[in-house]
């Protein structure tokens, strides 16, 4: 099985004291191939320099993912931008959350999205994306 990873997943995954660290790591495990989009990594990588870490501290966090064997990442071209767009106006969502949107086209595309978001949960669903954990 396999799935497009939203920020939170891996988020949750690195930190032991997070309130979903148990099923981030379940759910990762389980899976055989992680999709993770350009824009989650960017993600990830403000989190850190939000909470404090320094560079080597953040780089060799990210670096564990992008060496695992079941990473793929997965790149914003024009299409994906324009696809979030209609996304967007279609479902009727803010422009603030353009992220969730590009992550999303990614997980149509995929057929399965992995979040934790209980809004981005919510927005997957209506259109019929399988939605883990």
């Known amino acids: 099985m396999h799935g497009v990873i939203d920020t939170n997943v891996l988020i949750y995954d690195t930190f032991e004291d997070s309130e979903f660290h148990g099923e981030a790591e379940d759910v990762l495990e389980s899976l055989d191939t992680w999709y993770i989009p350009a824009i989650v990594l960017q993600e990830f990588v ?22 695992d064997p079941r990473f793929r990442g997965l790149k914003d071209g024009p299409e994906t931008v324009k696809m979030a767009f209609e996304l967007l106006k279609s479902e009727k969502i803010s422009l603030s959350r353009f992220n969730d949107a590009m992550i999303l086209v990614h997980a149509i595309d995929k057929g399965v999205l992995v979040t934790f978001d209980s809004k981005f949960r919510e927005l997957a669903r209506r259109t019929g994306l399988k939605v883990l954990p």
Do not use: Q
């Open 46 to 67: 403000w989190f850190f320099k939000n909470n404090g870490f320094s560079a080597g501290e953040t780089w060799e966090v990210l670096n564990g993912y992008l060496d």
